[in-house]
């Protein structure tokens, strides 16, 4: 299924959960030969607020011994992985509108930028700088575990700024990310098929929602991307993404995004989502315990005896009561009669109980009746925060980059600065209070 999907190359293997991050952050700091102080001061010439709180989270041994290898020299290098990350970042944080071979000119590397340079870890006295090519060989060198795991490693330290709240849940969405090459290079038939080749062999036409500028199809990549929603503020944060070309339809990624997570050490309860992403089968809940609830899909048929509105279940047409849920099991909801004594005016005539199989309609997993899972639909509007966020605030409407892999990893250092921009809080708004949102992450207990 991933060689279909084009996503063999993403599979969760070697990647450190983020307990045992953790550990790891722990383990370094106490094997270092020299003790510093806890307080880490940022270096004078960084002035800028944002770049001052990355520069003073970001521990550029631990980023090293992620992004090693085995061969791997120190001694040998020039420029360490860590400096080429720091580089990528400060290019996504201050400079996304610009090119890679622009940025690595002396109008933002020069001697004279001595922010920029302390910022990556270039030296003041001589001009060494970093060239466009070395950052496209550093991007397409990191395997999609070592991306995890430097995602990893700043989830480690979002999860402790206390940005995400106590009642948080999953929401899924995706984008599109259009690529330049929209004339193919070549068009063949075989076997009574158009092949079309494009300049990115990697990406596909796919179509995207309406827009009054664009048009309805798109010739490059979709990016499917698991975000933590804080139910208390309604703030949204880009956590594990899968790119794909954009010819393949959401529904297929939902299970290799809870995996995904899982393998970070993630717990993903309940997900909210569109009607493209549904556990028909019943076997996402079964293979990973997560529950997926979407707006009640129009094309799905009512149960007889069954208010469309409210989404109560009748035993029959003259019963006026509604029945309770009281479980489900089987891929099936069990109801009972909902009338106390005495009320019970169909006493001969009613089964006492029904069995409605889940679809897509009003009895997914959770039915739409149950407690707070129709706010659960609205709050999942807030998933598209953070494409916004990614295309607009680090640079990826414009891609920049060939072939999937180095686009997949350019998305994930993309994730990798909001959550920093984020948490630098430079940007920060009063949150709102939406307390009775806490409600509802409760509902698939």
């Not at 990826?396 to 920093?420: G, Y």
């Amino acid at each position: 299924m991933e060689e279909l999907l084009g996503i063999e190359s993403q599979i969760p293997k070697g990647i450190i959960k983020l307990d045992e991050m953790a550990r790891f952050i722990d383990m370094i700091n106490e094997n270092r030969i020299i003790k510093f102080s806890s307080y880490k001061r940022s270096p004078i010439y960084i002035k800028d607020e944002k770049l001052a709180f990355v520069d003073r989270l970001i521990d550029d041994t631990i980023i090293n011994r992620i992004l090693s290898y085995e061969g791997f020299r120190p001694a040998t290098r020039d420029l360490f992985p860590a400096t080429l990350f720091r580089a990528e970042l400060l290019k996504a944080i201050k400079y996304p509108e610009i090119s890679y071979r622009k940025f690595c000119t002396d109008e933002y590397l020069g001697l004279d930028r001595k922010q920029n340079r302390v910022f990556i870890g270039l030296p003041l006295h001589k001009n060494t700088t970093i060239d466009h090519s070395q950052l496209s060989k550093f991007r397409s060198s990191l395997s999609f575990t070592q991306q995890v795991n430097l995602l990893a490693y700043i989830l480690h330290y979002f999860n402790q700024s206390g940005l995400l709240g106590d009642c948080a849940l999953h929401g899924v969405d995706s984008t599109e990310l259009a690529n330049d090459c929209r004339v193919p290079l070549a068009s063949v038939e075989i076997k009574g098929k158009k092949i079309r080749i494009y300049n990115d062999i990697d990406c596909d036409c796919g179509k995207r929602r309406n827009k009054r500028d664009k048009s309805q199809f798109v010739i490059g990549y979709r990016l499917h991307t698991l975000t933590a929603i804080d139910a208390q503020s309604g703030q949204s944060f880009p956590l594990v993404s899968l790119l794909a070309p954009a010819n393949h339809h959401d529904s297929h990624f939902l299970p290799f995004l809870v995996r995904l997570a899982q393998a970070m050490g993630i717990e993903v309860k309940l997900i909210t989502a569109d009607e493209a992403y549904h556990d028909k089968d019943g076997s996402l809940y079964r293979d990973t315990g997560a529950i997926v609830t979407a707006p009640p899909s129009a094309k799905v048929a009512l149960p007889e005896y069954v208010d469309g509105n409210t989404g109560a279940v009748f035993c029959h047409d003259e019963c006026s009561i509604s029945m309770r849920h009281v479980g489900s099991e089987d891929q099936n909801h069990e109801f009972k009669c909902g009338a106390l004594p005495g009320e019970r005016l169909h006493l001969h005539s009613c089964p006492q109980c029904r069995f409605l199989p889940m679809d897509r309609g009003l009895f997914q997993r959770i039915p739409h009746a149950t407690g707070m899972i129709p706010k659960a639909h609205d709050i999942r509007k807030n998933c598209e925060r953070p494409f916004n966020l990614l295309k607009n605030q680090t640079g990826l409407e414009t891609l920049r980059v060939r072939s999937q892999h180095a686009t997949m990893a350019r998305c994930t250092l993309s994730s990798i600065a909001v959550l920093l921009i984020k948490m630098a809080g430079t940007r920060k708004k009063k949150p709102i209070n939406m307390p009775a949102q806490q409600q509802y992450i409760f509902a698939a207990a």
